[in-house]
C-alpha cells in the first residue's frame, strides 16, 4: 500500500472515529447527566478517590459503544482495571467518564465526559462534554477546536492576570512580581474543563498539580493545542500517553506566546 493510499485510508478511519465519538460522548453525558443529583451508591477508591454508580454506569456505557465498534484499539480508563496489552496497540482509548465526579456527587455544574483518541503517545481526536452546562468541545489533529459546533481559540498576548488563571494557589503565586495578594479565578472541579477554559479563551492559563493522569489530561491537551494554544510539563516538554505510568508532573496551558512566557520563568526559577 503506498503513502498516498495509506493516508487516505487513515483519513477514512478517523473520519468514521470522530463520529462515532461525538454521538458516544453525547449519549454517555446524556446518562451522567440523567443520574445528576440524584440518589446514589459512592465510596471511595484508593487514599480519597470518590466513585460514584454514576461513574461506572457512564464507563460501562463508553466501554461497549467504543470498543464494540473499534475492537483492534486499546482502552485506558480511569474505570477499568489496566490492561496493559494497549501498550501495543496504534490507537487507544483514554477515558475519564466523569471527570469531576467529588463536584458531580457534591450537585455542582462543572464535571465533564472526557474521551481522547491516540496514536502512537498523542491525541488526534478529543471530546470534552459538559452536559449541565450544555458544553461541548470537539477536536481533530489539523481541523482546530470547536465548542459547541462554533471555533474556539485561546487568547493572545503574554500578560498575566491572575484573575483569568486557575490552578493551585502556591504554584500560580511563583510568578508573581512584587508584593501583594493575587487572586485566582474561582476552582473548576474538572481538571479537562478547566483545561478546555483556556481553549475556549473564558481563563488565558491553567495550571495542574502532579500526579495527574492520562485520563485527566489526553483529550483537554488536544483541545488546547487546536485552539492556537499549547499544553506542557512546566518544562516545556510535551505530554506522552498510553505510557506504562500513566502519572504526570506540574502542567500548564495558555495560548502560545503565554505558554512560552510561563515555560521561560519556570526554566529560569525551577521548582523545588
Same mark, same amino acid.
Given at each position: 500500500?503506498?503513502?498516498?493510499?495509506?493516508?487516505?485510508?487513515?483519513?477514512?478511519?478517523?473520519?468514521?472515529?470522530?463520529?462515532?465519538?461525538?454521538?458516544?460522548?453525547?449519549?454517555?453525558?446524556?446518562?451522567?447527566?440523567?443520574?445528576?443529583?440524584?440518589?446514589?451508591?459512592?465510596?471511595?477508591?484508593?487514599?480519597?478517590?470518590?466513585?460514584?454508580?454514576?461513574?461506572?454506569?457512564?464507563?460501562?456505557?463508553?466501554?461497549?459503544?467504543?470498543?464494540?465498534?473499534?475492537?483492534?484499539?486499546?482502552?485506558?480508563?480511569?474505570?477499568?482495571?489496566?490492561?496493559?496489552?494497549?501498550?501495543?496497540?496504534?490507537?487507544?482509548?483514554?477515558?475519564?467518564?466523569?471527570?469531576?465526579?467529588?463536584?458531580?456527587?457534591?450537585?455542582?455544574?462543572?464535571?465533564?465526559?472526557?474521551?481522547?483518541?491516540?496514536?502512537?503517545?498523542?491525541?488526534?481526536?478529543?471530546?470534552?462534554?459538559?452536559? $449541565?452546562? #450544555?458544553?461541548?468541545?470537539?477536536? !481533530?489533529? &489539523?481541523?482546530? /477546536? +470547536? =465548542?459547541?459546533?462554533? *471555533?474556539?481559540?485561546?487568547?493572545?498576548?503574554?500578560?498575566?492576570?491572575?484573575?483569568?488563571?486557575?490552578?493551585?494557589?502556591?504554584?500560580?503565586?511563583?510568578?508573581?512580581?512584587?508584593?501583594?495578594?493575587?487572586?485566582?479565578?474561582?476552582?473548576?472541579?474538572?481538571?479537562?474543563?478547566?483545561?478546555?477554559?483556556?481553549?475556549?479563551?473564558?481563563?488565558?492559563?491553567?495550571?495542574?498539580?502532579?500526579?495527574?493522569?492520562?485520563?485527566?489530561?489526553? $483529550?483537554? #491537551?488536544?483541545?488546547?493545542?487546536? !485552539?492556537? &494554544?499549547?499544553? /506542557? +510539563? =512546566?518544562?516545556?516538554? *510535551?505530554?506522552?500517553?498510553?505510557?506504562?505510568?500513566?502519572?504526570?508532573?506540574?502542567?500548564?496551558?495558555?495560548?502560545?506566546?503565554?505558554?512560552?512566557?510561563?515555560?521561560?520563568?519556570?526554566?529560569?526559577?525551577?521548582?523545588?
Amino acid at each position: 500500500m503506498g503513502d498516498v493510499e495509506t493516508q487516505e485510508t487513515r483519513g477514512r478511519i478517523l473520519r468514521r472515529d470522530a463520529t462515532l465519538l461525538k454521538h458516544t460522548v453525547r449519549e454517555a453525558g446524556a446518562l451522567a447527566l440523567s443520574m445528576f443529583r440524584t440518589e446514589l451508591k459512592k465510596w471511595t477508591k484508593g487514599a480519597s478517590s470518590p466513585v460514584s454508580e454514576a461513574d461506572i454506569a457512564v464507563n460501562d456505557l463508553l466501554e461497549e459503544k467504543l470498543r464494540s465498534a473499534t475492537p483492534d484499539y486499546g482502552w485506558l480508563s480511569e474505570e477499568s482495571a489496566d490492561d496493559e496489552t494497549r501498550l501495543c496497540k496504534d490507537f487507544v482509548w483514554i477515558v475519564d467518564p466523569i471527570d469531576g465526579t467529588r463536584g458531580y456527587i457534591a450537585g455542582h455544574d462543572d464535571w465533564c465526559v472526557s474521551v481522547a483518541l491516540i496514536a502512537g503517545a498523542s491525541p488526534v481526536l478529543a471530546a470534552v462534554f459538559a452536559p $449541565a452546562l #450544555d458544553q461541548f468541545f470537539f477536536a !481533530a489533529r &489539523g481541523q482546530g /477546536t +470547536a =465548542l459547541n459546533d462554533r *471555533p474556539v481559540r485561546a487568547t493572545t498576548g503574554t500578560a498575566l492576570e491572575f484573575s483569568r488563571m486557575a490552578g493551585p494557589k502556591p504554584l500560580v503565586e511563583r510568578l508573581k512580581q512584587g508584593p501583594g495578594e493575587i487572586r485566582l479565578h474561582p476552582r473548576i472541579g474538572s481538571l479537562a474543563l478547566r483545561l478546555c477554559r483556556v481553549a475556549e479563551g473564558s481563563l488565558d492559563a491553567a495550571f495542574a498539580g502532579g500526579q495527574s493522569r492520562d485520563w485527566d489530561l489526553a $483529550a483537554a #491537551d488536544l483541545i488546547v493545542q487546536e !485552539a492556537d &494554544g499549547n499544553m /506542557t +510539563a =512546566l518544562t516545556g516538554d *510535551p505530554i506522552l500517553y498510553n505510557r506504562r505510568d500513566v502519572a504526570h508532573g506540574v502542567l500548564v496551558a495558555a495560548g502560545r506566546d503565554r505558554h512560552a512566557s510561563i515555560v521561560s520563568h519556570f526554566r529560569t526559577r525551577p521548582l523545588r
